[in-house]
RNA sequence: GGGCGGAUGGCGGAACUGGCAGACGCGCUGGACUCAAAAUCCAGUGAUGGCAACAUCGUGAGGGUUCGACCCCCUCUCCGCCCACCA
């Protein structure tokens, strides 16, 4: 060593060396097991590397470099996802061709990131934008082509009426467009899709298979969205047909359902026992009963029940003219798209995208339309059928609604506090198949087009959207679920009968003070309302006023309200010595005057009235479970119940808990044809398409005469042609490409004769969606990549990336991976094994940061000040990994002076530079004599920073490092292998110091070829231990104890303390709680 | 509205499974070195009271459980992220 720490001087010296020596290649043919580190491959923005993309890195090469100490063949690779909006965006302004940009971009961002020294295996880089990449993301493509997982759709895509092209989600900003501010529309495009719908159980149900951190499969779940319900079949009287003649298809003969005059709205609930609550039926504007449009492309394939959303006479023959028959009948509980043959076509509206903006950091992995938004248009083609509105007397109104409907933008679809609207639908009516009721029907876009049904069963007790919908058009509300309370003053007794009665209490006020009407038993320690059974028959608000009349004499009320439904409590009622299940509706009155009549002795006996105000009946002990529920519902929190309960009102399934009420009212449902049990998913189908230049061609061709032809494998990779000039897409909306002719105009693969080429191409999802596979054989030209290598890397041991992209990213590339097993190329289910996320660096002030706020950190400027080895400890050393951290320039300094200190070590190594053998060859080389308090320190550390590590505690692991740093300084002199120990646990974190410093010792093989350091279990015992003295919990005093004392050593030793005698005042301890190796507590 | 996460000194953050709150780092204060400064080194650094030993208080607020609570339970406030009329 000579003199100072230099890492401007030493960082690049080893940089250079590593590369030559080709150090962090990864072996296909390596004897040693496989270990596979994957990070989200960066986006070469033109900004260059973000601090964030150095943390999440440094993370993944920590791991790293200790897998292969540990005796791994590490495999951890480094690309470029490079498509995507910014480079298109920046040659549309300055004309260069994003190819160029693209090399510039990535030239940098290659030249940052070796700067830092990540252990990346160089040799297997990939890009997303070369031909010999997208090749394969094209060929992928055609296989799902094949396999039917590809289609076409008619789709909205948000359009910028003023720039004239299309814009992905993140691009519209509050409803406008990013660039010049106006207000975006919708505009209908045809589509390509990806069926990933096709997976959504696979997707939900597999990741109990892998080892995600529980907040990633718990977003990846939501955004999948299971949920078990139910289909009800609710036929619509009064339906009257018409117009079946024009149609130019044989609708009837291609109906799957035998035709009879009965026509019926499929609902879909998760809440069939609420079904005797009903009260009335609602379709979404979407909805073909209204539309009376008949739709090709409709919800075939994704829904697995046996009858579309529609009416069942909407039925007819898809677009590739294979007959709806096939429509329904597809059972998802065993996805297998090796058999799914057919175009699946467009179930059109997809799910709400949501672009998270993950700024620049992270990857790039972030753009695109994602799954189609929310609430769009079904893709779908008229082909004929009914006229519109069959059937519907009020048809003018609806469609005005309907038209209303349509000219709402997203933003006040959802904004304005998304009051309810809706029409009725007059001259039909539907009938609810559990009790032959006939309830009207609305149509009103609070329900959705493209979930469930598009229909729903409206339970306005059970349901808060119901609700407020029923309470604006002044429906009925029919309360079919009991809350159920056990109360728990006077719990039910066991061995005691139960009855079951119906009950009211009567809450009755004086208008003069605002009191209510109470009794105080005299027999009992209660106070209550008024309360009473119901007689058979008797309404509840009659029973109320009797009840009032009978025990208070009261007699002149007047009706305010019904709380609400009723409620079930059990309780054990004393003064009948019997367990009662008490169904109890609360009615209030207020008294017009103070008229009372006489009343009988009997009653009088048994209680006295008592007035008290809503406060005091808050206050004090009244005898009623159901107290929250009335004071609640009194002060205006309106009576729906949403949760389970028992049901009530519900026919013979009365008294049934909700759960048991699902299970047999399906069942009964089913066993009539009216309906069934069924599992829907929220994920929508994956809107595939972009009008852009920059992104992979989608290899097919439009023939006159064939239709859609894939291009054969042999024709790809199908490459951009160039342009000169304008990158931008076209005043149509088309991508640029279409402004080609050259490029467009083809021939067709099949048939030879003219053809266009498609111009859409792929979202830059497409290339993220496989790259794991890619870099095991990255340059194989004749697969996608080798089945035997592919077998040896796969699946990725461990995938760290940003949470903004648990959703989408997570799940399309789970999908792909999953697509490519089942067509036998991938040789595993699930691509990662092990996923975990960072958190992200924000600005000073906890701002994103951003060019434009002028607050982005150059980390070029970091290295060269501070060297890279202080960023990299520094950026694991600012806290914990997994939470957002603002960047901060103050603890570089500690770092940096860490490191310093590290480095003037050296002079007090013993044997300093003596030795031209390895002297650490063996780690626990030095354990043998005496353990020293430093050698101790050194294996806890060992302890710590390997655990630390695996459990992504960088912060804990380097600040211990530091402690041992610091009690290293105290000692007069440090033995070799002991600082040889400590570069290695330091290595990963710092490699080129430790490297370094590793030589200065004496070796000339790379700290990276030795092995991890474990620590000597016999350095890990201590033989003394730190008792803590307490009295009632509060340290008085400490003492050190062998850690073989007994409980009876430390308790005596511990009462012997002064200190505790001075607590303890003469007082003698009325408990003494030891536990061993740990402290004594004296209770006095 | 729903889901997830968070709130600890002047600052970033530690605290294993309920057992000495504030590790480690930054900053600050004092000292050493220096003509001086930077760098470095040493000591101190939660608040309050006290010359001090020491005592009391203290982990967003309020309750509870416990011998003992940053940690567990209940209620609430605030902050971040994601989703959001999903039947």
Redesign the pocket.
Known sequence: MDGRYNPGEIEPKWQAKWEEQGAFLAHDDSEKPKYYCLIEFPYPSGQGLHIGHIRSNTAMDIIARKRRMEGFDVLYPIGWDAFGLPTENYAIKTGIHPREVTRQNTDNFRRQLKRIGFSFDWSREINTTDPGYFKWTQWIFLQMLKKGLAYKAKMLINWCPSCKIGLANEEVIDGKCERCGSEAEKREKEQWMLAITKYAERLHDDLDTVDYL??IK??QR??I?R?E?AIVKFRISNFEFRNRSNSDVDWIATSKTPRNDEEYIE??????DTLFGCTYV?V?PEHALIRGQITVNREQGTDDFSHPSVLNTGQLPSGRGAGSGEQGTDDFSHPSPRKAEELPSGRGAG???????SGEQGTSLRQGYGMAK??TANGEQIVGGMEPGVGIKNWEEVRAYIDETKKKSEMD??AEG????GVRLEGIMAVNPINGEEVPVFVA?????????????A?PAH????F?FAKKYDLPIRNVIMPHLIDKKNPPREGKKSVERNTIHALVKNPKDGKFLCLEWKNHPWITFIVGGVEEGEDVVEAAKREVLEETGFSNLEYVETLGGKVQSEYFAAHKDENRIANTTAVVFELRDETREPVTEEEAAKHSILWLSLDEIRNREMTCAELDFWLARLEGNEGVFIDDGILTDSGTFSGLSSSEAREKISAKLESEGNGKKVV?Y?LRDWVFSRQRYWGEPIPVVHCEKCGIVALPESALPLELPEIDGGYSPTDTGESPLAKIASWVNTTCPTCGGPASRETDTMPNWAGSSWYFLRYIDPRNDSALADPEKLKRYMPVDWYNGG??H??LHLLYSRFWNKFLYDIGVAPTSEPYQKRTSHGLILAEG?V?MSKSKGNVINPDDIVSDFGADTLRIYEM????F?????W?E??L??????L??VW?LQEKLTTHNSSATSPCADPLAKTSGQPTKIDRLLHRTIVKVSEDIEAM?F??A???M??L??AL??EPSISNEAFGIFLRLLSPFSPHIAEECWAELGNTESIFLTEWPVADPVMLVEDTV?I?V?V?????D?FEASVEATEDDLKAKALASD?VA??LDGREPK?V?I?PG??V?V?V
């Open positions: 529980e907040k718990i977003q939501n955004w969205g949920s319900g609902v879909f609930t998760t809440r069939v609602v979404a799910s709400g995208e949501q672009i998270v903006g929310q609430g679809r959802t998304r009051e309810k609207t876009d609070y329900v959705l087009g493209d979930y469930g049904t598009g229909a729903v069963m339970v349901d808060t959207r119901d407020a829907k929220k949470m903004e648990t959703t906890g994103k050393f600012m806290g914990p997994d939470q957002p951290i603002a901060g103050n603890g300094v500690g770092s940096r002076r860490f310093e200190r003037k505690r912060n804990t380097v600040s211990s530091m402690i740093v610091n300084e105290k730190k803590v307490s009632n919990g509060k340290v008085r400490t200190k001075k607590f408990r709680i536990i740990k402290l507590n209770v």
